[in-house]
């Protein structure tokens, strides 16, 4: 709730509520609330909750950028390309290399070799000085170069399953259907996750039939519904508080 909430901080009565739809007692909710406070992921003031997290805000800010789609032009059919520097790394370090590179749309070329179209702005900000980065131009078809690194049958396949899935609750929550609300939240999260797999490639390396645009569009008529619908069931609950 939080995550896909701007600002991300709500009241604690709501988060309770919400969490009402899946069979999460009270006293559940606000034990895992008063953890995530410790742990130093939430704060809290007046009962009220925001991420206070590092972490948890940069991965709002990827969900919020990876569904908006924002690209920058692709000029001369430049790539960026990233050589791991050379050198001893504990495996946790590995990892958290590799989780930088991916969630900034990279692909692995080769071990070490990281590339993807420059259509993002440039090379990205990784911890530390362990990637030298260049520009460079690929010799023969991009397009199949990017159907190499990225899954992009893959991406499309999963898209039109989660288009069809919020095609089957629309019609219900623009009714105003409560019923649909526990199911709604889980597939809103999937799509998500999945607007934040997206490799974001330029139109000239994407399949004519590309689903992207289509998802993101359903998808604003479907967040809008669901919230208004749970606007409304919270508040009949407070009503009765």
Request: glycine share 8%; charged share 25%; aromatic share 8%.
């Amino acid at each position: 709730m939080l995550l896909g909430t701007d600002p991300p901080r709500l009241p604690v009565a709501l988060l309770v509520r919400t969490t009402e739809l899946f069979g999460i007692a009270d006293g559940a909710t606000r034990t895992a609330l008063s953890r995530m406070v410790a742990s130093g992921e939430l704060s809290v003031e007046g009962g009220v909750y925001r991420i206070a997290s590092q972490r948890l805000l940069e991965r709002q800010a990827r969900q919020s950028a990876s569904r908006e789609a924002t690209t920058a032009p692709w000029r001369d059919g430049r790539w960026i390309v990233g050589i791991v520097q050379p050198g001893r790394r504990s495996p946790k370090a590995r990892a958290l290399l590799r989780s930088e590179l991916s969630r900034a749309r990279f692909a692995e070329l080769r071990e070490g070799v990281w590339t993807r179209p420059d259509n993002l702005g440039g090379a990205p900000t990784i911890t530390g000085d362990t990637v030298r980065w260049f520009s460079a131009t690929p010799m023969g078809d991009p397009s199949e170069l990017a159907a190499t690194l990225f899954d992009m049958d893959g991406w499309a396949d999963r898209a039109l399953e989660l288009e069809d899935r919020m095609g089957s609750l629309i019609g219900p929550l623009e009714s105003g259907d409560r019923a649909a609300l526990a199911e709604g939240f889980v597939l809103s999260a999937a799509v998500l996750r999945h607007f934040q797999a997206d490799p974001l490639l330029p139109d000239e390396l994407l399949p004519p039939t590309w689903p992207g645009q289509a998802l993101r569009h359903h998808y604003d008529r479907y967040d809008a519904a669901y919230r208004r619908v749970l606007a409304d069931w919270f508040a009949e609950h407070r009503s009765g508080d």
